[in-house]
C-alpha cells in the first residue's frame, strides 16, 4: 500500500522541486575565464591549542596578471567566518609559536624584495620584519621555546661584506645588476640550469641560520650555523631544543649514482654537522618522535639495479637501525596526483605526524587515484584509515598531541579547502567554503570512474567526463588527455582544462596507463626502457572502451598531453591515424637531444640502458621525431620558451619543423617567460590564452568551425 502525502507535505515538495528547477536552469557551464575568479587554500597551519587554523590564500590578480598571496585564519569550532590576517600580496608560509600567540611569516614587499621573515603578533598590530639579509630567508622554523627560529638562506660572505659597506647609488645598484647579467658563465656541472629556476649559482647554497625572536622593532641580528658546499634542507628542531636536524645529500656530483641524502644534526648554538642517519638511499622529512629516541622519516632503499620508479616508504629510524614500516604496502606515500588547481603559490605540507605516545604515525597515501590519511602502527605496521573517499588530501598539520589535524581537501568538483579532523572519532568539519559562491552558479559535467581490460588484460583505470546536457543517443566528438610524469596519475582531483572541454559539448577521456602511481610498484615500474610503448596500447584500449558504449563520433576524436603527455601525444600520432586533431604541450620529441639538454641528467639507467653516444638507436627508436612522415594528424604545438625540463628545441620545435618539411598541418604557439609550469602556474593570462589555443585547435579539426587564426601568416 502506498502511503499518501498530506496536503501541506505536499506543498512543501512541489515548492522545493521548483526552487531546484529554478537554481539549476540558472547554472551555467563553466568557461576558461572563470579561472581568473578561483582562489586556493594553501600551508595549513593548525595553532597549538589547536583551536584556530592558519593559512595562505592564493588569488588572481588580473591587473598585474599575477598570484597574490594574504595569511588568514579561521576557528575550528565550526561555522565562523575566516579573518584576515595580512594584506599581502606576498606572504607565505605561516608558522605558529609554541605558546600559539604570534605567528612567523615570510614576506616579499615587491617583485625584487628578497623574502624575510616578519612576526604578527595574534592580539593585533602590524607585522614587523625579523631578519634581513641580502638574499632573503625562507623554511621558518620555531625552537621548542619560543625564543628562536631557524631558517634556511643561500647568503654568503660576500653579501654581508657589500651589505656592511653601507648603501649603495641606485646608478651603483644599476652597474651591478648589468655586469652581473653579462658576466660569462662558467660551468662545470651537469646539471647547471633548472625549470623556474633558470641558471644555477654553484657558489651559493641553502645554508641554516638562526634569528632570535626580539622585542624590538627593528631586525634581529642572524647567525649562520653551517657552511661549505652543500644544500641542508628539511630543517626540525630536536624536542629539547638544542640541535636543529636536517637532510643533505653531501655527494660532490650526485647525479653520478642514486640518490642518497642524510640525516644531520648541528648545535643550537653552532658547532660540528653530526651524521645522525644513514640508509642506501635519499631520507626526506624527518620528524623526531615525542621523546626524541626515534625519527620517523620517507625514504626509500636504492634497488640493486635503477628503476624507472621505486615508492617512497615509511621508516622508523632508532638504536642505529631504520624499519620500514610499509614493506607491504605497495601504493605511494604522499600526494601528487595530476590536477590544474593545485595552488599556483603557497606550500602543501605533508608531514609525518607522531601520536603523542609514540606508538603510530599519521601520513597520507595514494591508492588508485584519491589520497587519504592513514595511521600506521610502529609496532605491528598495521594501516588504518583516517579519512575515506573520492578526493585528495593535499596538505594537513597537527596539534603537538595529534589529536586535531587541520586539513585542505579537495575533489574532482571542488579546488580545496580546510577541514578539521578529530583522529579519534575521525569526523572532519569543514571550515571554509573558498569557491563555493562561484561553484554555485555553475553546472559541471558528469564524471565517471571506469575500469577496463588492455591488450594484455592488465586492469586500467579512468574516468570520463560527458558534456554538459548529454543526451542519449547523440553523437559527441571526444579528446583523449594524457598526463605527464610518466610517474603520476589523475584521480579524484579537480581539472578545470577537462571541466570547460565539458562545456564546451566534448567527451573527455582521462585514464592511468601502465607507468602511473598508486596501482602499485612493478604497475609503475614496468614501462622502464619501454617508453612510450605498451602505456599508448592502453590508452587506445580506453578509447575503444569509450567507443562502445555509442555516444562518441570515432571520426571526430582528439589527444593531447603535456610533458610525460606530450610525448605520448606525439607519439600516438605516428602510430595512428584516428585522431583528427592533435595538441602537444611542452613535450619530448627527440630522446637523443632531451638527454642532452633536460634540466636534470640520465645519467643513471634508470630510462635507458646506455647513453646516447654508445647506443643511439635506443634512443632513436623511441624517438616520436623519427617516425614524423607517418603523421596525417593537423598538430599544434604549445611550449613555453623558458621550458628547461622539456626545452622546445628538442620537443615541440623540432617536431613543428619536421612536419613544416613533410608539407604537413602544424602550428605553434609559444608562450614568452613560460617554463615547463605553464599550465600550473603560469601567468594567470597565458593559462586562460594556453585553454583557448586548445580547444580552438579541436573546434577546428573536430567540429568543423571556421577559424582562420591558424591559416599561414
Not at 596578471?65 to 607565505?92: E, H, K, N
Not at 649514482?257 to 660540528?272: C, F, I, K, R, T
Not at 617567460?673 to 580552438?696: C, F, M
Amino acid at each position: 500500500m502506498k502511503a499518501r502525502l498530506g496536503p501541506v507535505l505536499a506543498a512543501m515538495i512541489l515548492v522545493a522541486s521548483s526552487a531546484a528547477f529554478v537554481f539549476a536552469a540558472d547554472r551555467r557551464p563553466i568557461t576558461e575565464t572563470d579561472f581568473l575568479k578561483f582562489q586556493w587554500v594553501a600551508d595549513p597551519q593548525i595553532s597549538p591549542d589547536g583551536r584556530e587554523v592558519a593559512y595562505v590564500l592564493v588569488a588572481v590578480n588580473e591587473k598585474e596578471d599575477r598570484y597574490d598571496t594574504s595569511l588568514w585564519s579561521v576557528a575550528t569550532a565550526g561555522g565562523a567566518q575566516p579573518r584576515r590576517l595580512t594584506a599581502g600580496p606576498r606572504d607565505t608560509s605561516p608558522r605558529w609559536s609554541p605558546d600559539g600567540r604570534t605567528l612567523a611569516f615570510v614576506r616579499a614587499p615587491g617583485e625584487k624584495d628578497k623574502p624575510q621573515i616578519h612576526l604578527l603578533s595574534m592580539s593585533g598590530g602590524e607585522a614587523r620584519k625579523l631578519t634581513d639579509l641580502p638574499r632573503g630567508a625562507g623554511s621558518p622554523e620555531w625552537s621548542p621555546d619560543g625564543k628562536t627560529i631557524a631558517f634556511t638562506s643561500n647568503t654568503n660572505d660576500q653579501d654581508l661584506a657589500e651589505k656592511k659597506s653601507g648603501p649603495k647609488s641606485p646608478a651603483d645598484l644599476e652597474k651591478k645588476e648589468r655586469d652581473e647579467r653579462n658576466k660569462p658563465r662558467i660551468v662545470t656541472r651537469a646539471i647547471y640550469r633548472f625549470n623556474n629556476q633558470g641558471w644555477l649559482d654553484p657558489t651559493r647554497h641553502s645554508h641554516i641560520w638562526t634569528v632570535p625572536v626580539t622585542e624590538g622593532t627593528e631586525p634581529a641580528e642572524a647567525k649562520q650555523l653551517t657552511t661549505g658546499r652543500y644544500n641542508e634542507g628539511d630543517l626540525v628542531w630536536s624536542r629539547d631544543g638544542a640541535r636543529i636536524y636536517f637532510t643533505s645529500d653531501r655527494v660532490e656530483e650526485p647525479y653520478y649514482a642514486q640518490p642518497d641524502a642524510n640525516l644531520y644534526s648541528v648545535a643550537a648554538a653552532g658547532g660540528e654537522i653530526q651524521k645522525v642517519a644513514d640508509i642506501d638511499g635519499p631520507i626526506n622529512d624527518p620528524e623526531p618522535s615525542p621523546d626524541g629516541a626515534r625519527f620517523a622519516f620517507r625514504g626509500r632503499i636504492n634497488p640493486k639495479e635503477a628503476q624507472s620508479h621505486t615508492n617512497d616508504e615509511l621508516f622508523v629510524f632508532g638504536s642505529g637501525a631504520a624499519t620500514n614500516l610499509t614493506a607491504d604496502y605497495d601504493y605511494e606515500t604522499g600526494s601528487d596526483l595530476a590536477g590544474d588547481q593545485r595552488p599556483p603559490r603557497g606550500s602543501l605540507p605533508n608531514p609525518i605526524v607522531w601520536s603523542y605516545d609514540g606508538r603510530s604515525l599519521i601520513v597520507t597515501t595514494t591508492e588508485k587515484g584519491r589520497s587519504n590519511l592513514v595511521r600506521v602502527d610502529v609496532a605491528s605496521r598495521k594501516i588504518e584509515p583516517l579519512t575515506t573517499g573520492d578526493h585528495d588530501v593535499m596538505a594537513y598539520t597537527a596539534t603537538p598531541d595529534a589529536s586535531r589535524l587541520a586539513v585542505a581537501i579537495g575533489d574532482a568538483t571542488h579546488i580545496g579547502d580546510l577541514y578539521l579532523l578529530d583522529t579519534k572519532t575521525k569526523k572532519l568539519t569543514q571550515l571554509t567554503h573558498v569557491n563555493d559562491g562561484l561553484f554555485s552558479q555553475l553546472e559541471l559535467p558528469a564524471i565517471e570512474e571506469i575500469w577496463y581490460p588492455s591488450f594484455d588484460g592488465q586492469k586500467i583505470n579512468g574516468w570520463i567526463v560527458k558534456p554538459v546536457g548529454f543526451e542519449k543517443g547523440k553523437k559527441y566528438p571526444m579528446i583523449v588527455e594524457i598526463h605527464g610524469g610518466p610517474h603520476t596519475a589523475y584521480g579524484h582531483i579537480l581539472y578545470h582544462e577537462m571541466l570547460w572541454m565539458g562545456a564546451k559539448g566534448y567527451v573527455v577521456l582521462f585514464v592511468n596507463p601502465r607507468g602511473s602511481t598508486s596501482y602499485g610498484q612493478d604497475f609503475a615500474n614496468v614501462i622502464q626502457y619501454k617508453y612510450p610503448g605498451d602505456d599508448y596500447k592502453d590508452i587506445m584500449a580506453g578509447v575503444d572502451e569509450v567507443l562502445k558504449r555509442g555516444y562518441v563520433d570515432e571520426k571526430k576524436m582528439g589527444v593531447t598531453g603535456g610533458s610525460g603527455g606530450g610525448l605520448l601525444t606525439n607519439w600516438t600520432v605516428t602510430q595512428t591515424d584516428r585522431f583528427a586533431a592533435a595538441v602537444s604541450q611542452r613535450s619530448v620529441a627527440d630522446w637523443y637531444a632531451f638527454w642532452n639538454t633536460a634540466d636534470f641528467t640520465l645519467f643513471t639507467p634508470t630510462w635507458f640502458h646506455k647513453n646516447p653516444y654508445q647506443d643511439p638507436e635506443e634512443f632513436l627508436s623511441r624517438s616520436p621525431v623519427r617516425y614524423v612522415d607517418r603523421i596525417k594528424t593537423p598538430m599544434m604545438f604549445i611550449e613555453g620558451d623558458e621550458d628547461y625540463r622539456t626545452p622546445p628545441g628538442q620537443g615541440g620545435e623540432a617536431m613543428f619543423r619536421a612536419l613544416k618539411a613533410e608539407k604537413k598541418t602544424a602550428v605553434m604557439v609559444s608562450f614568452p617567460g613560460e617554463n615547463h609550469e605553464l599550465s600550473r602556474s603560469g601567468k594567470p593570462s597565458h593559462r586562460v590564452e594556453r585553454l583557448q589555443h586548445i580547444v580552438n585547435w579541436f573546434d577546428k579539426y573536430l567540429q568543423g568551425k571556421e577559424i582562420h587564426l591558424y591559416d599561414l601568416q
